[in-house]
């Protein structure tokens, strides 16, 4: 493992320990056991580490659909299983950097290029844009409501949710996800 990788695994472990707000240098140093110097080289301040670590997770994402897409016409569901089985660090990495960015909406950048990409991804793998976005606006609702804690069902529901989430890649529900995605920009527009 590089040195910037090993700091970037020590400040996700930080995170899901300590929170992003109360995340500081010395300590990534420390658990990642380089100098405050070699930190500094990879990454010069607190938000450089907290969008390197953003990048880094959104890039192992990513890798994770891909693995689970056969071929391109599998990314829709490989999106959803992957979002419905996350990595045990997930819902604390992602709560954690939830809140950095309530302090610096610049850290939003990589999220945004990351639905973009998933969002081309799903439209160029057949989907229409109205049900590509539906489909990534539901995926996230269930990683916010993961990040949050705010999940009142248990394990043995999960199937149930699991089909629910997939057949909105079925084409019976075509009209109907392009008329909840007209109300939604109407609203937007409001």
């Known amino acids: 493992m590089t040195a910037r990788e090993r700091i970037i695994a020590a400040a996700v472990e930080l995170c899901g320990e300590i929170g992003a707000a109360g995340l500081t240098m010395d300590q990534v140093a420390a658990r990642a056991n380089v100098s405050k ?22 890039q192992r994402e990513l890798s994770r659909i891909e693995a689970r897409a056969a071929q391109p016409s599998d990314f829709p569901r490989a999106y959803i299983e992957s979002a419905l089985e996350p990595p045990d660090e997930s819902p604390r990495l992602i709560s954690g950097l939830i809140a950095a960015a309530a302090g610096n909406p610049e850290l939003l ?3 945004r290029e990351f639905s973009r990409q998933v969002w081309r991804r799903m439209v160029e793998a057949g989907l229409s844009p109205a049900r590509a976005a539906v489909v990534c606006l539901a995926v996230d609702g269930w990683i916010f409501g993961m990040a949050m804690g705010h999940m009142p069902w248990g394990p043995d529901d999960l199937p149930a949710i699991r089909a629910e989430y997939l057949s909105l890649l079925e084409p019976s529900h075509e009209d109907a996800l392009v008329e909840i995605f007209r109300v939604a920009l109407a609203k937007l527009d409001e």
Do not use: C, D, T, V
Request: no cysteine; glycine share 24%; net charge neutral.
């Open 37 to 58: 110097g070699g930190l500094l080289y990879h990454f010069a301040s607190k938000e450089a580490l907290l969008g390197g670590m953003i990048e880094g997770f959104m």
């Open 109 to 111: 950048r990589g999220p």
